[in-house]
């Protein structure tokens, strides 16, 4: 079973930038996508874009498009999710989350990680 | 987008009564690619269901899930105290992948 095991909390000021790594142990790496989703307080949950890290091609959800980047290392079995030009309402707990098998429902989880952006 | 409904937006329930929860899509969920998920408090989501009625590695068989279409339901046979949590929908059919905006299940 794969595991997932996200960076820290980010504390970031308006316009800046945050990038948050997901690394992946046990199990195979490179052939299942890693989706990057995003839980603000209190509210649902919101898929960012994915990644297979075997391909190394990305998709993302159009409204991050040009706003967030997804890339792997599969030398380091990493994942990683930068988002350029924070604003607060980005304020929200990051997931990584491992996808089945050509099926994007997310079947394991990192333990999320809180960016808080502040103005 | 395919907005997804679910419903009630808060049950208050006792341990070993019976639980149905509503998701409803806006455009049909074709191969019924849709999942169900638990989160607790302060805890990640768990996946439960996927495929509409497919239980995931490890869960109990008090979960199941039905439907087609556009109308789906997860049912709790026998609420556990564990149970007490937040349920949400997810399709999988057309991207953007997409959540209900869940249902609380809290203690009566």
């Known amino acids: 079973q794969v595991q997932l095991v996200q960076s820290g909390p980010e504390v970031k000021k308006s316009g800046s930038s945050v990038k948050v790594s997901c690394k992946a142990s046990g199990g195979t790496f490179g052939n299942h996508a890693i989706s990057w989703l995003r839980q603000a307080p209190g509210q649902g949950l919101e898929w960012m874009g994915t990644?297979?890290?075997?391909?190394?091609?990305?998709n993302y959800a159009r409204k991050f498009q040009g706003g967030v980047t997804i890339t792997a290392d599969e030398s380091r079995t990493t994942v990683y999710m930068e988002m350029i030009s924070l604003r607060p309402e980005d304020t929200a707990v990051y997931y990584c989350?491992?996808?089945?098998?050509?099926?994007?429902?997310?079947?394991?989880w990192g333990q999320g990680t809180l960016v808080a952006v502040s103005s | 987008d395919i907005v997804l409904t679910q419903s009630p937006g808060t049950l208050s329930l006792s341990a070993g009564e019976r639980v149905t929860l509503s998701c409803r899509a806006s455009q049909t969920v074709v191969d019924n690619y849709l999942a169900w998920y638990q989160q607790k408090p302060g805890q990640t989501p768990r996946l439960l269901i996927f495929?509409?009625?497919k239980r995931a590695t490890g869960i109990p068989d008090r979960f199941s899930g039905s439907g087609s279409g556009t109308d789906f339901t997860l049912t709790i046979s026998r609420l556990e105290p564990e149970d007490f949590a937040v349920y949400y929908c997810q399709q999988y059919y057309v991207p953007p992948w997409t959540f209900g905006q869940g249902t609380k299940v809290e203690i009566k």
């Open positions: 990644i297979t890290p075997m391909f190394g091609i990305s």
């Open positions: 495929d509409a009625s």
């Open positions: 989350a491992r996808e089945g098998f050509h099926t994007p429902y997310f079947v394991s």
